[in-house]
């Protein structure tokens, strides 16, 4: 078995700001690698965009698996990785977040008996109604390398009785990208094909449990619509739930810019710019952070705590949300308190402990 030879699963947006970082480190050190995109999110602004403007390498790979139910979706990558990992048999596959192409590597890998590396390991939010967070579990049990972003991610794994001697604190490699990238983010350089305006907040959804549930959708849409009369809203709607948001009246005041799912670019653009930002994403919850933006975070829970206690997120009710964007309008803003390491060097950090880790796979 080859020491040096890495592969990388991505899968959707998410996957690429955390794999850059990783993947320009481990190049510097001389580590072959070969890139996986198993296609879950295909649209060129879900996907090809990001390997154009963060100038990562173009897929070796792209399994072409598409959208469908969890289990249908998750099933057609292990089929695929299956052939990919027995064709080009890797000493460590490395995998990223919490989607349903993390979890179908890692099964894979485990069976192949190929270790496996997750970055963003330990996350979690207590809710298994979640899909992301059936995938966190299953993925950190299955893990030989667990690069920790955040303390408390570290104690659940923990309490889950992961070996210590699994488990790295390294940062986060999505805020290495994040910064890396703010030079090319500015409003006065960007070009956008809608009027963007002066003062204004970003609402981004796409959890089921905001888009699909009629009731809670309506009750959501209302409190946008009372929350434009305050300030203009421009929402990146991904494709999933738009259809349901504009049948209930969402998008029809001239206040609501209805627009397509953006670059990163353009949306960290957009964010840094931000009055304050509505949302039921995980990593835009980290961003915001480091950007001290006001996050309001539509959802029930978090399994990114450290952005409530060490950042900008607030976790927040549609029956509380024009409540809570008047504080933000209306109130002062606070000092930013950054969470540990998320310095920019997580990537530098990860590719270390896996240099250290291949010559362990070494047989005699």
Known sequence: MSVNFVTHVTGARPNFPKAGPVIRALSALGIQQRLIHTGQHYDDK???????????????????????????????????????????????????????????ASLVAAKLQIPVAHVEAGLRSFDRAMPEEVNRLVTDQLSDLLFATSPDAIAHLANEGVDADKIHFVGNPMIDTLLANLDKATLDLRSFDFAVPEKFAIVTLHRPSNVDDESLSREIVDALNEIAELIPLVVPLHPRGRAQLEA???????????????????????????????????????????????????RKNTERPITISHGTNRLVEPS?????????????????????????????????????????????
């Open 46 to 104: 879900m996907s090809e965009i990001f390997f154009r403007e963060l100038e990562l390498p173009m897929p070796d790979q792209n399994l072409g698996v598409g959208s469908g139910k969890h289990g249908e979706q998750t099933a057609r990558a292990m089929i695929l990785l299956e052939e990919e990992f027995l064709a080009n048999p890797p000493s460590l596959v490395i995998v990223y977040g919490d989607i349903n192409s993390t979890v179908a």
């Open 320 to 364: 509380d949300l024009v409540a809570e964007v008047n504080k933000v309008l209306f109130g002062k803003a606070s000092d930013p308190i950054y969470p540990p390491l998320w310095d920019g060097h997580a990537g530098h950090r990860i590719a270390k402990v896996i240099a250290e880790f291949l010559p362990s796979l070494i047989e005699d």
């Open 248 to 298: 209930l009246g969402f998008g029809k005041s001239e206040n609501v810019h209805l627009v397509d799912p953006l670059g990163y670019l353009d949306f960290v653009t957009l964010m840094r710019n931000a009055t304050a930002v509505i949302t039921d994403s995980g990593g835009v919850q980290e961003e915001t952070t480091i950007l001290n933006v006001p996050c309001l975070t539509l």
